[in-house]
């Protein structure tokens, strides 16, 4: 009862995405799991710190990276503090947990040259499907926007008078960014191509599949994959790279890190501090090529 009236406190008064409020759910879910088949205990709310402190090493022994543990621990100290505002329980048992201490991984990001090769020289090809996919890697390699954030522009959010665009960010924060006028013309190419294929009232969405429907993450997440592909062998190759790659290159070529942060819609600078970690390690081996005695 009380995990759920938890979901209902983040979606409608934190308002946090539904994404965010599924991953809180399902910590939830292996945390009551473990619980169950460690302790015997049904109720999150019924738990105390040793069980918690367990379900940690349990994770921790099955190799969970310190930054997802530590995501864990946040749902359940966010859950326990509901619990103890609205009087459910009286005593926190996080309060003796402590967090294990988090491994900084640098940002993966795609080379400057290799999206120079798949936006420059590899063909999409012509029709409707092929623009609108050359579109969404331009969109955020451009904009460095969230995939929920590129799913849902819509329409009227595209300005190509001004040349920005908006997007409704994490916990419903819209943020306005410019945008150069090349990608500008790829944007009025892809609305043209959509406009001769569907009816522009049929739907309020910006990017749209095959069928004229919005967008989904298992489809935006597939055009992305398939395209990275053909010039870079990262592990990762999703849109959450290529933000990363956005927010590399800009750094690189001497964007201010408060920029930076807002254009992503960080909400602290803290966030956007971990691509420094990519610069620096690019003027490590610039300088490692160029000085003499390196």
């Known amino acids: 009862m009380y995990k759920e009236l938890f979901l209902k406190y983040l979606q409608f008064e934190k308002r946090f995405s539904i994404n965010t409020v599924k991953s809180y759910n399902n910590d939830l879910n292996q945390f009551t799991e473990f619980i169950e088949n460690s302790f015997n205990v049904f109720k999150p709310e019924d738990s105390d710190e040793k069980m918690i402190r367990s379900w940690i090493v349990s994770l921790m022994e099955k190799d969970f990276s310190s930054l997802s543990v530590n995501r864990k621990i946040s749902t359940l100290k966010t859950f326990y503090k509901f619990l ?4 459910y ?8 947990v402590v967090s294990p201490k988090i ?8 080379e400057e040259k290799q999206i120079a090769i798949l936006l420059d020289d590899f063909s999409f090809g012509n029709d409707f499907s092929s623009i609108r996919n050359r579109t969404i890697i331009e969109m955020f390699y451009n ?5 929920s954030e590129l799913i849902g522009i819509k329409n ?9 665009i908006k997007v409704l960010g994490k916990r419903q ?6 945008i150069h006028s090349s990608f500008a013309k790829s944007l009025k190419q892809y609305i043209e191509f ?3 294929e569907f009816n522009v ?3 309020e969405f910006f990017f749209i599949t095959d069928k004229g429907t919005q967008l989904y993450e298992k489809f935006v997440y597939r055009v992305v994959n398939k395209y990275l592909k053909i010039v870079t062998t990262i592990e990762k190759k999703s849109p959450h790279i290529l933000r990363h790659t956005f927010a590399t290159h800009m750094l690189n070529h001497g964007a201010n890190l408060n920029a930076i942060k807002e254009l992503l819609g960080h909400a602290s600078l803290s966030a956007t501090q971990v691509y420094t970690h990519n610069t620096f390690e690019k003027l490590k081996t610039i300088y490692k090529q160029a000085h003499p005695r390196a």
């Open 173 to 178: 924060k819209e943020r306005i960014i410019p």
């Open 103 to 110: 491994t900084k991984k640098i940002p993966l990001f795609v």
């Open 194 to 196: 959509k406009n001769k």
């Open 84 to 87: 103890l505002r609205e009087g």
């Open 89 to 96: 329980i009286q005593i926190n048992p996080m309060d003796k």
């Open 156 to 164: 009227n959010d595209v300005d190509l008078y001004n040349n920005t």
């Open 201 to 203: 009232f049929e739907n």
């Open 143 to 147: 904009t460095g926007i969230r995939l």
